[in-house]
């Protein structure tokens, strides 16, 4: 749902977006060691995988964004691992834009990274259920950043689209509620099982 | 790919083109269809790209998947823009007036949307992945990126084999998906355990890799050349997108 797809949004809201998703690619690629890239690379792809499964919600069902946990354990460089997984949905599924690309990176990236960034302060000597629930908000904030973002794009590319945004607005509500409960268990399960995952960026030093 | 590819016969063979090219294509055609006013236009266009396909030896079934998912999308958008949109009554259905501008608008989306999917789909699919890298990298992607895309790459179908051998654990336990906490549990360790072996591989692969010297640099092997097919796709793209463009700022 968060990705837009070629055709629907304006061309300043496009390039606007792919200058913005330039800068989120140069940032994450300068903290990403050249060393580094296929442990990144291989966490990228769990997330790609993990998102194809459908999650059963009401009589429809909803795939999962993760972003939020994305930006927990990538930090900054989920913004490249985003813009790979897109790339790579293109071209293995043939869905998502070309043109939006760019925005589509903004949308789903920038807020995981951001809230990753907060989340992984507050994980710090937390345990349990703190650290599920410090997961679980960041989740379901993130998807709700990226529902904002979505609006924005769509409400800044033709006023035609803004008695519709509500609605697209209300969609988001449910992936919201359940990024939330299932980050949280994942970030809880990461704390028992093996807390390095959690820790990646400690090594290098402090996370942007 | 390549298995579907060989056993039937197809008119226009995009294996054969230089990955280059079908990469700039695919963009010259999403900014051709995005720069296209009139909706006459691009309805006209559509045949034109449901032929193309054909073609290109896509499967119908294959290319209505992927349209439907698109539709997915755009059923919001689509059903609201004419409801929402004021200006002169187009249609009435019982309580619900479609205007004119709004039933303009939803359908400039719709055309626009599926000329689009259907070029992407068209131009880039099938392609293999660690093609695509090295195009990008001769296009002048950053390499780390590019590295990033190739291992991403290598490492999906992996991944996806295991995803399966756990999701086979978990129906082989009587698991089945349903909206409860406990599917949403289920599949948070599901995710969670499939980090941590991918940590751990992650971990090895690392070790390994630096057991070989590996310094964060790929030889990139890349012997495409543009040859003749690739100038004869160029020439007929040209045509084939200026005539629409021509025909839309004429009328």
């Known amino acids: ?208 | 790919m390549s298995d579907a590819a060989f056993e039937t016969p197809v008119a226009l063979r995009l294996d054969r083109l230089d990955t280059r090219l079908r990469l700039v294509a695919v963009l010259a055609c999403v900014i051709a269809i995005l720069s296209v006013r009139s909706p006459w236009v691009l309805a006209g266009l559509l045949p034109v790209a449901l032929a193309t396909t054909g073609l290109c030896g896509l499967g119908a079934r294959a290319v209505l998947a992927r349209l439907a998912h698109v539709e997915g999308f755009l059923l919001v958008l689509a059903l609201l823009l004419p409801l929402t949109v004021p200006g002169e009554t187009w249609a009435t259905l019982g309580p619900l007036t479609l205007s004119e501008p709004g039933v303009e608008r939803a359908s400039m989306v719709l055309l626009r949307v599926n000329l689009c999917a259907l070029a992407v789909l068209t131009l880039l699919g099938g392609l293999e992945p660690v093609r695509l890298g090295h195009a990008l990298a001769r296009l002048g992607m950053p390499r780390k990126l590019v590295h990033l895309l190739l291992f991403s790459a290598r490492w999906v179908a992996l991944f996806r084999a295991e995803a399966a051998r756990l999701d086979d654990a978990l129906r082989a336990r009587a698991f089945r998906p349903r909206t409860s906490l406990h599917t949403l549990r289920t599949l948070a360790h599901f995710t969670g355990q499939l980090l941590v072996r991918a940590f751990e591989r992650a971990e090895r692969v690392d070790e390994a890799m630096r057991c070989r010297a590996f310094s964060g640099r790929f030889a990139m092997v890349a012997d495409e050349r543009p040859g003749g097919y690739d100038a004869i796709f160029a020439a007929g793209l040209a045509f084939g997108l200026a005539l629409p463009i021509l025909v839309d700022r004429l009328i």
Do not use: N, W
Not at chain 1, 36 to 50: G, Q, R, S
Not at chain 1, 73 to 82: K, Q
Not at chain 1, 86 to 111: C, E, K, R, W, Y
Not at chain 1, 160 to 178: F, N, R
């Open chain 1, 1 to 208: 749902m968060a990705h837009i797809p070629d055709g629907v949004l304006s061309a300043p809201v496009l390039i606007g977006g792919a200058a913005l998703a330039l800068g989120g690619l140069a940032l994450g690629l300068r903290r990403l060691d050249e060393a580094d890239i296929p442990k990144t690379a291989i966490l990228a792809t769990v997330f790609f995988v993990a998102s194809l499964f459908a999650v059963p919600v009401g009589p429809s069902s909803i795939h999962l964004l993760l972003s939020g946990l994305m930006g927990i354990v990538l930090g900054t460089r989920a913004i490249p691992a985003v813009f790979v997984g897109l790339l790579l949905q293109a071209v293995l599924f043939g869905f998502g834009g070309l043109t939006s690309l760019g925005v589509d990176v903004v949308d789903i990236a920038f807020p995981g990274v951001i809230l990753g960034v907060v989340a992984r302060s507050l994980l710090r000597g937390a345990s349990g259920a703190g650290a599920a629930a410090i997961g679980g908000g960041a989740a379901a904030l993130s998807v709700i950043g990226t529902a904002g973002c979505v609006s924005l794009a769509l409400a800044l590319s033709s006023a035609d689209y803004l008695p519709s945004l509500k609605i697209v607005g209300l969609t988001y509500l449910p992936l919201a509620a359940v990024e939330a409960i299932v980050t949280g268990f994942v970030v809880a399960f990461l704390v028992r099982v093996k807390p390095e995952v959690l820790a990646l960026e400690d090594r290098e030093g402090e996370p942007a």
